[in-house]
């Protein structure tokens, strides 16, 4: 499972894509322009970015040089368009764009170029500042890691011999485990923010309307039952 941010002015393409995403277990971050990017890129640290290229206040491209000027280039960035020509392609790919895919995509060639994304993996930061000489790698600092994910894994290492994962179980199909987990994950996130919505969506940096589309497919109550 992926954290995978869709850049894109069109909410029938946003909509799909994170249709697409959900269903294959990731994560989905949606920014309509460039500014709503920059905020989900510093707050998500995505696994991988879908940018469209042709945006109405900055166009994908100048966003995607602006991120290798800052060193904050360290994730696949996917480039996608309608009108692009081959040289705007070109030269996306030049600044560090990973692969460019034309709409209307289609299912097999978004999954592939995605899967070929994430199997890279997080590429070293570089600093984009001419004249340094050297490449810059970001290192996160421990003090950066969220406490409770720390915690999670700390306290659910697998139970020698026992194929557990805490009280998931190890020897069941992916989807399943995967499932099992994210259903104890949003539970607890809902207690702990006595089921403000809107404090777990921040919380969990899912928008409100995947939140309730997440929490109906798990088959959890998103608010809390009243007695009576």
Known sequence: MARILVVDDEVGIRELLSEILYDEGHTV????????ARAARLRMR???VLL??????????SLLKEWGSQGLLDMPVIMMSGHATIDTAVEATRIGAM??????????RLLSTIEAGLSRGRAPVYSGLAG???AQVAV?????LDPPSAMLAAETQ???GGGLLGSISLDQPLREARDAFERIYFEYHLVRENHSMTR????TGLERTHLYRKLKQLGIESSRKRST
């Open 200 to 203: 777990v969506s921040e919380r």
């Open 52 to 61: 469209d290229i042709w945006m109405p206040d900055t166009d994908g491209v």
């Open 158 to 160: 697998p139970q020698a």
């Open 29 to 36: 971050e949606l920014a309509e322009n460039a500014a709503q």
């Open 99 to 108: 692969d460019f895919l034309e709409k209307p995509i289609t299912l097999q």
């Open 132 to 134: 340094q000489g050297q």
């Open 140 to 144: 996160p600092l421990e003090d950066e």
């Open 46 to 48: 995505p696994d991988l």
